[in-house]
């Protein structure tokens, strides 16, 4: 499948990007866990991206088209992707739009999660990040405690709270959320692709897309 995952920081997007890759093999492309790996890994790429992570803004769409130009040309995604985080603005996503009708591939949907604001909230205060770069599996205290407190079940990396989810951070993306990425619905409207799903339960939004997508 091919499909964009839109939605607020917290909405799910990575959970349910996570659980459609292993039902036909598509690839989750995150920009934030690409973006994550750079700073860590302290490239050039990385130092540039990481004071606008740290304060909750969006990277300049001219860093993210470069990567996802690249990402998305590369021999996994002929078996579909589930672009996570991305697009985010409206120029991001005219370029997708241009990108794919180049390389001759179609969407079969720009996926909505409509998640409510205090879940939102919720969720992003209690999750927890394993952090590999290589790993980056999500946690939450109250609904999935890694096995070991503070220790990833998956590589045994610290699990660690991310530096743009103290309170600040949170509601400075939240606002930029509202402000660059909540128009990106209209325009799949637009396009024909949108298809919103609101639920809290990802068993619950991974059976809507399956529907969706006719799997
Ligand atoms: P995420 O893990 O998707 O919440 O992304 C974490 C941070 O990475 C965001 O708050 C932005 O600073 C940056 N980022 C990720 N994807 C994009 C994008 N498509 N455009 C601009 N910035 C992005």
Known sequence: MRLILLGAPGAGKGTVAKRLTAVDGS????????????????????????????????????????????????????????????????????????????????????????VPREVILDR????????????????????????????CDKCGSPVVQREDETEEAIGKRLDTYNEKTAPLAGFYEGEGLLFDVSSTSSDEVVAAILGKVGI
Not at 70 to 90: H, M, S, V
Not at 143 to 151: C, M, N, V
């Open 27 to 114: 690839v989750q492309i995150s920009t934030g866990d690409i973006l994550r790996g750079a700073v860590q890994a302290g490239s050039e790429l990385g130092i540039e991206a990481q004071g606008y992570m740290k304060r909750g803004d969006l990277v300049p769409d001219a860093l993210i088209l470069g990567i996802m130009g690249k990402r998305l040309q590369e021999p996994d995604c002929a078996n579909g992707f589930l672009l996570d985080g991305f697009p985010r603005t409206i120029p991001q996503a005219e370029a997708l739009r241009d990108l794919l009708r180049e390389l001759g591939i179609q969407l079969d949907a720009a996926i909505n999660l409509v």
């Open 124 to 151: 992003l205060t209690t999750r927890r990040t394993c952090s590999n770069p290589k790993c980056q599996e999500i946690y939450n205290i109250k609904s999935k405690p890694p096995k070991q407190e503070g220790i």
